[in-house]
């Protein structure tokens, strides 16, 4: 049990006390403060986090007997410490009704802006109990713990039927003393201490037993073989639909219906805990010390899309409640009355804000996930703001063996579980519809990725072997790009499966399978695109229509047979297929569907030298001789990324035969690399950005504002700047974004209390009035949150913010004053958040975005040299002794280590740099010109088809090297890149690179009139020797590299072809110059140019 200190003991008297206290207490915090910032990492990238809060509720007045640490110091020889079993304490005399009593109050309510409380129940009350029924505004999305203070005339209720307390310390040691003690700690302790454990028991149940059941009926549903049409190809896989999202028209706009089937499971669930404000029978649900007010605001700040989602927030917005309320006890264990019996710089007043900067400043400085951030600091808020309240007479818990659920910190800890719990609730399987799971959503895209990539391969051959370009050709790249967005899409559905499976069991393969595929898909689009664009480059001349009427049969034999094998391979994979898994019945099904699946493997690979010895006999017979000729570099391209296709899809399914899975990140690991990421240290301006937002909001709460606008002591504003703090490099724009969001937190403070006044009522009629007013409107507001990129944020505020003030008694009613003050103190909190962005000097979102984009350039361009073999910045290395160092990783790591370590890399920055670019429009610019939108949208666009044709090279090349024979010595790379020509354009390329990029970079950066005078050096540069396309000197490189080649020889592959090889460098090389030519055009066109 915690030791506290009563009466004159010295806080330091007895050292060993002190030191087991310490011993007892910290250790406990920073272990949980560690453990529980990890499971998972921080949420996906644009998705929302757990926000906190704080309340400061009114609480009746009460003696303490503890005296200030100040004077125990002085008494510290003297001192003694006692076990203390119950706190002792002497209440106050409490007034007794009457005309007194009123006026008590009312000077009370003059000193805080009243609020109107939500009732327990419609009965009549005097003036003197609806002014009992008041509260200060505060923090977090101003989630007020409403007090429900439920007095007949003058009689006191004892429950607290929300967060706060308005309880006695006489009070609560008769109810401590009514509940007893079990083994040295309160009733209530236990209490909490098993709703906790079952919460989490619940919780975990219901997450992997709904999506034990969501992937399972999904690999059910989709059964053994594949489903073939008349005409012998893979029928589409169709999964079926809940009754929820049937009804809602899935077969019209499958989005909507998604969405507005999770706004609906939420607005119903918060329907239903409003319900218990409004029904008598429900209304005890609010006397035990926990508000369903709040948890319902839980639930608005839990819910996201899917389960993996919901359960990530929901532990965040749990933990970051818990720590702040073990901190509670600290700080309440030391001193249970705070500085009510001291003064301020008082020893005991140094303690409180020592511990607060401490906790909040760790916060602050340490890489702790956003979600834990925001709650703790907003709690927190409150929480010492209170501890350093003179006036202060809210009851706290002192310790673990003090613990009531009536106390101004356990109750928010226990809604905040229930909150959790319903939470993951909302997103479980019901008669509504399915489990609403990213894994199973995951499994069906998958398949419907393998799927449609083979139809799409199959139509582009039928396209490329005819004998013109039609229209067809943007029909195609516009099914590639929605290909595209479908990987994009399957990417954010395995951000948060981890939660959903701990990579336990059936569902933690099924993730381990997707994973694996993600990689594959990625590479495969890229040279999905790449032949998209030698398509559109080809003039179907006489020379391609004969050499596509020997080899087309053969294209489309392999286009099968690969959509085939990748279809079955996806399919076992999405079914979590690991043959050492499976007994009896079951074994015998996997062994036929690896029988299958081999036999598919074998079919590809004699495709594959089908196509290999055809394509070089048709070659040979088509263009006199077998070799590379400058008509035939597209076609060569073409049949090469359809064998990348073929390899890709074996790969794969080897994958899948090999019983082989990375391995699993278990919880213990999890924790373990949330340690290690929770011990970094954020950058020095966002720690400085934040600190000031957040202590100048506290500071201002401290001594509150005068015109009563602000009382003193109100941790509103402070708790708010907790969430609307920007994250990380993305600050400027946060500025428009924190105005943005007064749309929110206004307009559901203002909407909801309108709704409130107009449509309740006290009539019976009035709970089935309430129930469908508050499922009507946290519908429309969810639905804003889930659907809108641009207002899905001020959609979540609306709903927390509107179920706040709807949600409450039938007599109840926010007074117009409370409404005001609570939107001052948001406007408040976005103020001073702006300040510490202006103050501070956060950097430009515009700034941000381009060191981004000429950050991945960098890497573009370090790639280029290494894989063409020029030195690091110069070109000095002879062309004709070039050696491509590609090679020798591949001879180092392994082909399968360096084949997408670029592609990662690149991929990381442009993806960063794309997602702070589409916000620099947004951020305010006082001074500076613009945001160059036009220019950036051409770099932006250039620069990621410059990482696609790089990334297909440095495939092409780690994929040959695959295959070269054992022992033998691949010299195909070298040759092409040491000829004389090619060299030279490669040298000018990358001469020119350095000064177009350069010039960008300046352009980008240059924000204002004044007259850029360090250009003209390089733009006359630019101007004097401008670049040709590749075309000019194609007939010189071919020549050279049909010369270097070595001989040809009958291949397996097309692959492993030498002059295919080339024809992809060559192809790719010419791309990525004229990318560079339209960069430095739209770079030419700029006013600053001038």
């Known amino acids: 049990r915690v030791v506290r200190l009563r009466g004159s003991t010295s806080l330091l008297g007895n050292t060993a006390t002190a030191m087991a206290m310490l011993r007892l207490t910290l250790p406990w915090l920073l272990l949980i403060f560690l453990c529980g910032t990890t499971c998972g990492g921080s949420p996906p990238v644009g998705l929302p986090s757990g926000f906190g809060s704080a309340c400061?509720?009114?609480?009746?007045?009460?003696?303490?007997?503890?005296?200030?640490?100040?004077?125990?110091?002085?008494?510290?020889?003297?001192?003694?410490?006692?076990?203390?079993?119950?706190?002792?304490?002497?209440?106050?005399?409490?007034?007794?009704?009457?005309?007194?009593?009123?006026?008590?109050?009312?000077?009370?309510?003059?000193?805080?802006?009243?609020?109107?409380?939500?009732?327990?129940?419609?009965?009549?009350?005097?003036?003197?109990?609806?002014?009992?029924?008041?509260?200060?505004?505060?923090?977090?999305?101003?989630?007020?713990?409403?007090?429900?203070?439920?007095?007949?005339?003058t009689k006191v209720d004892k429950r607290n039927h929300l967060a706060g307390s308005t309880i006695s310390a006489d009070e609560a040691e008769k109810i401590k003393a009514k509940n007893g003690y079990y083994l040295g700690f309160s009733r209530d302790f236990w209490i909490v201490l098993a709703i906790m454990i079952v919460s989490l028991i619940l919780s975990m149940a219901l997450v992997l037993g709904s999506v034990s059941i969501a992937v399972g009926w999904r690999s059910r549903y989709l059964g053994n073989g594949i489903s073939l049409e008349p005409d012998g190809s893979?029928?589409?896989?169709?999964?079926?639909?809940?009754?929820?999202?049937?009804?809602?028209?899935?077969?019209?706009?499958?989005?909507?219906?998604?969405?507005?089937?999770?706004?609906?499971?939420?607005?119903?669930?918060?329907?239903?805990?409003?319900?218990?404000?409004?029904?008598p029978f429900l209304m005890p649900l609010n006397d035990f010390g926990w508000s369903m007010q709040y948890v319902v605001v839980i639930i608005c700040f839990s819910v996201y899309m899917d389960i993996g989602n919901t359960t990530s927030l929901a532990w965040y917005n749990f933990y970051g409640t818990l720590l702040p309320t073990l901190n509670v006890f600290l700080m309440w264990g030391f001193c249970p009355d705070g500085v009510t019996k001291t003064e301020i710089f008082s020893?005991?007043?140094?303690?409180?804000?020592?511990?607060?900067?401490?906790?909040?400043?760790?916060?602050?400085?340490?890489?702790?996930?956003?979600?834990?951030?925001?709650?703790?600091?907003?709690?927190?808020?409150?929480?010492?703001?209170?501890?350093?309240?003179?006036?202060?007479?809210?009851?706290?818990?002192?310790?673990?063996?003090?613990?009531?659920?009536?106390?101004?910190?356990?109750?928010?800890?226990?809604?905040?579980i229930f909150g959790c719990v319903l939470s993951i609730?909302?997103?479980?399987?019901?008669?509504?519809?399915y489990a609403l799971t990213g894994l199973g959503s995951a499994q069906e895209q998958a398949i419907n990725i393998a799927w449609s990539e083979g139809m799409l391969w199959t139509q582009m051959i039928r396209f490329y072997k005819g004998n013109e370009s039609t229209v067809e050709i943007d029909r195609l790249k516009g099914e590639a790009k929605i290909l595209e967005a479908k990987v994009m899409k399957l990417n954010g559905m395995m951000s948060a499966t981890w939660?959903?499976?701990?990579?336990?069991?059936?569902?933690?393969?099924?993730?381990?399978?997707?994973?694996?595929?993600?990689?594959?898909?990625?590479?495969?689009?890229?040279?999905?695109?790449?032949?998209?664009?030698?398509?559109?480059?080809?003039?179907?001349?006489?020379?391609?229509?004969?050499?596509?009427?020997?080899?087309?049969?053969?294209?489309?034999?392999?286009?099968?047979?690969?959509?085939?094998?990748?279809?079955?391979?996806?399919?076992?994979?999405?079914?979590?297929?690991?043959?050492?898994?499976?007994?009896?019945?079951?074994?015998?099904?996997?062994?036929?569907?690896?029988?299958?699946?081999?036999?598919?493997?074998?079919?590809?690979?004699?495709?594959?030298?089908?196509?290999?010895?055809?394509?070089?006999?048709?070659?040979?017979?088509?263009?006199?001789?077998?070799?590379?000729?400058?008509?035939?570099?597209?076609?060569?391209?073409?049949?090469?990324?359809?064998?990348?296709?073929?390899?890709?899809?074996?790969?794969?399914?080897?994958?899948?035969?090999?019983?082989?899975?990375?391995?699993?990140?278990?919880?213990?690991?999890?924790?373990?690399?949330?340690?290690?990421?929770?011990?970094?240290?954020?950058?020095?301006?966002?720690?400085?950005?934040?600190?000031?937002?957040?202590?100048?909001?506290?500071?201002?709460?401290?001594?509150?504002?005068?015109?009563?606008?602000?009382?003193?002591?109100?941790?509103?504003?402070?708790?708010?700047?907790?969430?609307?703090?920007a994250a990380e490099g993305k600050g400027g724009s946060a500025i428009m974004k924190n105005v943005a969001r007064f749309q929110g937190t206004g307009g559901g403070t203002i909407i909801g209390q309108l709704l409130f006044t107009t449509m309740m009522t006290c009539a019976w009629w009035g709970s089935i009035i309430g129930f469908v007013v508050v499922v009507i409107y946290e519908f429309f507001a969810f639905y804003l949150y889930f659907s809108s990129q641009s207002f899905g944020y001020v959609g979540l505020l609306l709903a927390a913010y509107g179920a706040e003030h709807l949600i409450m008694g039938c007599s109840s009613q926010d007074t117009p004053g409370g409404v005001y003050n609570t939107i001052v103190d948001q406007t408040l909190a976005i103020l001073c958040v702006t300040a510490g962005d202006l103050i501070i000097g956060n950097r430009s979102s515009g700034h941000l975005a381009a060191e981004a984009l000429f950050t991945m350039t960098n890497i573009l361009e370090g790639a280029m040299r290494e894989l063409f073999g020029i030195g690091t910045r110069d070109l000095s290395t002879p062309r004709d002794k070039r050696h491509c160092a590609i090679i020798d990783r591949c001879t180092d790591q392994g082909t399968a280590a360096v084949h997408d370590a670029h592609k990662i890399e690149i991929?990381?920055?442009?993806?960063?740099?794309?997602?702070?670019?589409?916000?620099?429009?947004?951020?305010?610019?006082?001074?500076?010109?613009?945001?160059?939108?036009?220019?950036?949208?051409?770099?932006?666009?250039?620069?990621?088809?410059?990482?696609?044709?790089?990334?297909?090279?440095?495939?092409?090349?780690?994929?040959?090297?695959?295959?070269k024979e054992k022992g033998g010595k691949h010299a195909a790379v070298d040759a092409v890149i040491s000829t004389q020509t090619l060299g030279k354009v490669v040298d000018e390329t990358m001469a020119r690179w350095e000064k177009v990029f350069t010039l960008a970079e300046t352009l980008m950066l240059h924000e204002t009139n004044d007259k850029l005078t360090n250009l003209g050096k390089s733009c006359k540069a630019l101007l004097k020797e401008p670049m040709d396309r590749l075309d000019s000197n194609l007939k010189d490189i071919v020549q050279e590299i049909s010369q270097a080649l070595p001989p040809t020889t009958s291949k397996d592959s097309i692959l492993a072809d030498d002059i295919c090889l080339a024809s992809v460098l060559v192809m790719m090389m010419s791309g990525i110059i004229d990318r560079i030519n339209t960069m430095e055009e739209v770079c030419f066109k700029d006013p600053d140019i001038g």
């Open 499 to 725: 939660w959903e499976c701990f990579d336990l069991w059936k569902a933690g393969r099924v993730r381990a399978h997707i994973i694996a595929l993600q990689s594959k898909l990625d590479c495969m689009h890229d040279w999905l695109k790449g032949s998209i664009q030698a398509m559109q480059d080809e003039d179907f001349n006489d020379l391609h229509d004969k050499l596509m009427g020997k080899v087309g049969d053969k294209l489309d034999k392999l286009a099968d047979v690969t959509g085939k094998l990748m279809f079955r391979a996806v399919k076992m994979g999405i079914n979590g297929f690991a043959l050492s898994k499976y007994s009896g019945a079951d074994a015998a099904l996997a062994q036929i569907e690896q029988r299958e699946l081999t036999a598919d493997m074998k079919a590809v690979a004699a495709a594959q030298k089908e196509l290999a010895e055809s394509f070089a006999a048709a070659r040979e017979e088509v263009f006199g001789a077998n070799t590379l000729t400058s008509d035939s570099l597209g076609e060569h391209f073409f049949v090469f990324a359809l064998a990348t296709y073929g390899q890709i899809a074996t790969e794969y399914a080897e994958y899948i035969l090999s019983d082989k899975r990375a391995e699993p990140q278990g919880i213990l690991k999890s924790c373990f690399n949330g340690v290690k990421d929770t011990l970094a240290f954020n950058s020095l301006n966002f720690i400085m950005r934040t600190s000031v937002g957040f202590f100048g909001a506290w500071v201002i709460g401290y001594f509150g504002m005068p015109g009563g606008i602000m009382a003193p002591y109100s941790s509103t504003a402070a708790g708010t700047t907790a969430y609307l703090m």
């Open 234 to 279: 893979i029928a589409k896989p169709v999964f079926p639909v809940g009754f929820g999202q049937r009804f809602l028209g899935h077969d019209k706009n499958s989005n909507f219906a998604v969405w507005a089937d999770l706004s609906l499971r939420c607005a119903g669930m918060c329907g239903i805990c409003a319900l218990t404000y409004w029904v």
């Open 347 to 416: 020893p005991t007043w140094w303690f409180g804000m020592i511990d607060f900067i401490v906790f909040n400043g760790a916060f602050l400085v340490l890489n702790v996930p956003v979600g834990v951030r925001m709650f703790a600091l907003s709690w927190q808020a409150y929480f010492s703001m209170a501890f350093l309240d003179p006036n202060n007479t809210t009851k706290f818990s002192t310790g673990l063996d003090d613990v009531i659920l009536e106390g101004a910190a356990v109750g928010p800890l226990v809604g905040t």
């Open 907 to 963: 991929q990381s920055k442009y993806m960063q740099a794309d997602s702070i670019g589409s916000e620099a429009p947004l951020e305010p610019r006082f001074y500076r010109m613009p945001f160059k939108q036009e220019l950036w949208d051409t770099l932006i666009k250039c620069g990621g088809q410059i990482g696609i044709k790089l990334c297909c090279m440095e495939y092409a090349i780690v994929d040959a090297e695959a295959r």
């Open 56 to 153: 400061d509720p009114f609480a009746e007045n009460s003696d303490g007997v503890c005296e200030s640490v100040g004077k125990s110091l002085m008494q510290k020889a003297a001192g003694k410490v006692k076990d203390v079993g119950s706190a002792t304490a002497a209440a106050a005399p409490a007034t007794e009704g009457g005309e007194e009593q009123a006026a008590a109050i009312e000077v009370a309510a003059a000193e805080q802006p009243p609020v109107a409380i939500p009732a327990a129940t419609p009965a009549k009350r005097t003036s003197a109990s609806m002014l009992l029924q008041t509260r200060r505004p505060f923090s977090g999305p101003d989630l007020r713990l409403l007090q429900n203070t439920s007095k007949n005339n």
């Open 425 to 433: 609730l909302v997103v479980c399987s019901s008669p509504w519809g």
